[in-house]
């Protein structure tokens, strides 16, 4: 009679230090202990997320969300134009709609 190898799943790995939480919003953080703290990092200006410096009158990008997510998208756009347009252009003047559900466009008007 053969004899059968019994053969065990490996178990998926799980690091000791951390743990995941999930916040109202439904993003998930994972949690982790003893790790050292960088060295200081500053920038050297604001992060470009959107491409407002590269825009002329008439321009216009478009952003997909998700449905429960486009009044947060596009608050938050329109935050981002009226500082572009303080800081750094204040001739520039752009407006911000959602045209779908799931879709917000970003037009520069001057």
């Known amino acids: 009679m053969p004899v059968k190898k019994i053969v065990k799943k490996p178990e998926p790995l799980k690091k000791p230090d ?3 939480v ?14 050292p703290v960088s060295g200081v990092y500053r920038s050297l200006g604001p992060s470009i997320r959107y ?8 321009d216009s990008f478009e952003m997909k969300t998700n449905k429960n997510e ?9 935050s981002a134009c009226v500082s572009y347009c303080r ?6 003047k752009f407006t911000v709609r959602r045209t779908s559900d799931e879709t917000v466009r970003v037009w520069r008007l001057k």
């Open 18 to 20: 951390q743990k995941s």
């Open 22 to 35: 999930r916040v109202e919003t439904g993003e998930v953080f994972i949690i982790q202990k003893n790790i």
């Open 51 to 58: 491409p407002f410096h590269e825009m002329l009158p008439g």
């Open 70 to 78: 486009t009044r947060r998208v596009i608050s938050r756009t329109s």
């Open 87 to 92: 800081r750094i252009n204040n001739a520039a």
